[in-house]
């Protein structure tokens, strides 16, 4: 072959190796951006339940007022780490935990530093609350 022939042929396949590499790189992102968006998802469920469920219920008071009055009390928030915020399902933590896991390697995402703050907002009701989140997993 000549040498001409040899140099296209170079050049054509490093252009198909870049387009290929380009596309699985997007591809990849594209499933990890998904996978992290349903442990957010599954992150905000959780804090709403247990809200709704417990801190609302049997932390901030036993009736409106005194619920207001307290929820108005956390300008910076309700601290927790995921394994604090599971404690909350008594004897059933690991049903929370369990669904936090990496999706490429199967592991654990890491509880303690997964760290969750809850932001009571007005009318401060039962479902009135703001969410920040930073889930570590290992992405």
């Known amino acids: 072959m000549n040498k001409q022939i040899k ?14 590499a380009v596309v699985l790189i997007f591809v990849f992102k594209e499933r990890q951006k998904k996978e992290e968006n349903k442990l957010y998802s ?8 247990y809200y ?17 009055k ?21 004897n059933n933590e690991d049903s929370i ?3 936090f896991k ?10 303690d530093k997964t760290k969750i703050v809850i932001y009571p907002v007005e009318p401060y009701g039962r ?3 703001r969410i920040d989140a930073n889930i570590v997993c290992g992405f």
Do not use: W
Not at 7 to 20: P, Y
Not at 42 to 49: G, L, R, S
Not at 70 to 90: C, D, F, H
């Open 42 to 49: 599954t992150m905000n469920t959780v804090v709403k339940d």
């Open 7 to 20: 140099m296209l042929l170079t050049i054509i396949f490093g252009i198909v190796a870049i387009t290929v």
């Open 97 to 99: 935990l369990s669904q």
């Open 102 to 111: 990496n999706y490429r390697t199967g592991a654990n995402c890491n509880y």
């Open 127 to 129: 479902e009135d609350i």
């Open 52 to 68: 709704r469920d417990y801190y609302y219920v049997h932390i901030l008071g036993d009736d409106d007022e005194t619920r207001v």
């Open 70 to 90: 307290n929820a108005s009390n956390y300008p910076n928030g309700i601290s927790l780490t995921l394994r604090e915020l599971a404690k909350y399902k008594v």
